[in-house]
């Protein structure tokens, strides 16, 4: 069966500072889908990005960017020069062909001015 | 307002009553799934639906709990017989290909 983790429960750092989130995940399955979302204090989940198992290619859009590596099985996430309204709980999520997103238990980022 | 939406956004309810809950994915979306979330958790899986069929359902889902999208447009999640475990943030999602995109959901609280 699939697995994510979260490891780190709450990070908080001062606006401007970088913040890394880390995800490692488990599945037998080689083709799967790797997903970043972010629920603010208003609870809607709001997706952020998607990586897919055949493309390793780590990108940048805007202030995110992400290190997706299969030997290790991670799919870290960073926000660059974070600002008070990135605070919020961020999952990483995974989805093989069957549909369903299994998500970890997420990390709650506090940014302070 | 395309994104999906839910209704109602707080439900409070005595225990052995029973609820429904109703979400209107995006217009033009195939899939819709339902999703529970728990203080603290992340979204649990509990079924989706392919158009109006439904697919797959969770082992979470149990007999007191059905859902229905009878025309493949708008779907509604029913708990019979409430029971305080049941209390928790239920979340629709719907897709048109990989991404899905989620509801601002419906808080359930079973005194």
């Known amino acids: 069966a699939q697995k994510v983790t979260q490891a780190q429960t709450e990070i908080s750092v001062v606006e401007k500072e970088d913040v890394t989130l880390d995800c490692v995940y488990e599945t037998r399955d080689t083709t799967y889908y790797l997903f970043w979302y972010k629920q603010p204090p208003s609870g809607e989940l709001v997706f952020l990005i998607r990586r897919n198992s055949f493309d390793e290619q780590n990108e940048i859009s805007g202030r995110y960017s992400w290190n997706f590596q299969k030997s290790t099985s991670s799919f870290n996430f960073t926000i660059t020069a974070s600002q008070v309204v990135d605070s919020a709980v961020y999952f990483c999520?995974?989805?093989?062909?069957?549909?369903?997103?299994?998500f970890g238990a997420g990390t709650t980022v506090t940014v302070r001015a | 307002d395309t994104g999906v939406s839910q209704d109602p956004r707080h439900k409070i309810t005595k225990r052995g009553q029973n609820v429904t809950f109703r979400c209107d994915p995006i217009?033009?979306?195939?899939?819709l799934y339902w999703y529970r979330q728990t203080l603290g958790q992340g979204p649990e899986f509990l079924t989706y639906?392919?158009?109006?069929?439904?697919?797959?359902k969770s082992r979470l889902l149990s007999d007191r709990f059905s859902a229905e999208r009878p025309k493949g447009s708008f779907s509604t999640l029913e708990i019979q017989r409430t029971e305080q475990g049941d209390s928790a943030m239920y979340l629709c999602?719907?897709?048109?290909?990989?991404?899905?995109?989620f509801g601002p959901g419906t808080r359930l609280t079973v005194l």
């Open positions: 999602a719907s897709s048109l290909s990989l991404e899905q995109f």
């Open positions: 639906f392919q158009n109006e069929a439904q697919l797959e």
């Open positions: 217009s033009e979306h195939n899939r």
């Open positions: 999520a995974l989805r093989l062909n069957d549909y369903k997103l299994s």
